[in-house]
Antibody, heavy 120, light 107 residues
Framework: EVRLEESGGGLVQPGTSLRLSCAAL????????MHWVRQAPGKGLEWVAS????????GYADSVKGRFTISRDDAKGSLYLQMNSLSTDDTALYYC?????????????WGKGTTVTVSS | DIQMTQSPSSLSASVGDRVTITCRAS??????LAWYQQKPGKAPTRLIY???SLQSGVPSRFSGSGSGTEFTLTISSLQPEDFATYYC?????????FGPGTKVEIK
């Protein structure tokens, strides 16, 4: 069974940093592209970032470009999102999602998410 | 950037009704469009990919169509478990964009 388990969320102050992790289980992690998607309370889905197999291609939403970094450790079967200069607008449930393909395409399986709250 | 509009933003329907949701892209995206269903408090699940391919395990009452700039998700006979919010996603080019969502409620 394919499973994605996010961790690292929490309550942080504006201007600080946080690193999210996603553990991939039940599939060959290094064969697939991966994504982060977030959902602010009561709002719709917002794509955050994507990374291809072998990290050849990465992409970011304009709202996080320059502040967030997506990365992967294939040896550990893990996906990461380093989030710097956090603002209250970054408060959301952050989902890790697996792609259908090795290149960046779209999400087929999602984790349950980890909550990030940015507040003073 | 490609913009995505989705209509309606919400609808009220009865069990057995045929429901159609439309997504429009501001420029052509070939068939690089997926549909997701999200129930309250749950992660989204994929229904349709490549505009019209049905995810394995998804009931055949769900179907998708379209190419270029206009896409539709159709539920041929609405069932109680289909009441949820539906999102389209364009993944043709960065930045990927989700539609604003369509909330399907019980009439």
């Amino acid at each position: 069974e394919v499973r994605l388990e996010e961790s690292g969320g929490g309550l942080v102050q504006p201007g600080t940093s946080l690193r999210l992790s996603c553990a991939a289980l039940g599939f060959h992690f290094d064969d697939y592209a991966m994504h982060w998607v977030r959902q602010a309370p009561g709002k719709g889905l917002e794509w955050v970032a994507s990374i291809s197999r072998n990290s050849v291609s990465v992409g970011y939403a304009d709202s996080v470009k320059g502040r967030f970094t997506i990365s992967r450790d294939d040896a550990k079967g893990s996906l990461y999102l380093q989030m710097n200069s956090l603002s209250t607008d970054d408060t959301a449930l952050y989902y890790c999602a697996k792609d259908s393909n090795s290149w960046v395409s779209h999400m087929d399986v999602w984790g349950k998410g980890t909550t990030v709250t940015v507040s003073s | 950037d490609i913009q995505m509009t989705q209509s309606p933003s919400s609808l009220s329907a009865s069990v057995g009704d045929r429901v159609t949701i439309t997504c429009r892209a501001s420029q052509g995206i070939r068939n690089d469009l997926a549909w997701y269903q999200q129930k309250p408090g749950k992660a989204p699940t994929r229904l349709i990919y490549s505009s019209s391919s049905l995810q394995s395990g998804v009931p055949s009452r769900f179907s998708g169509s379209g190419s270029g700039t206009e896409f539709t998700l159709t539920i041929s006979s609405l069932q109680p478990e289909d009441f949820a919010t539906y999102y389209c996603l364009q993944h043709n080019s960065y930045p990927f964009i989700f539609g604003p969502g369509t909330k399907v409620e019980i009439k």
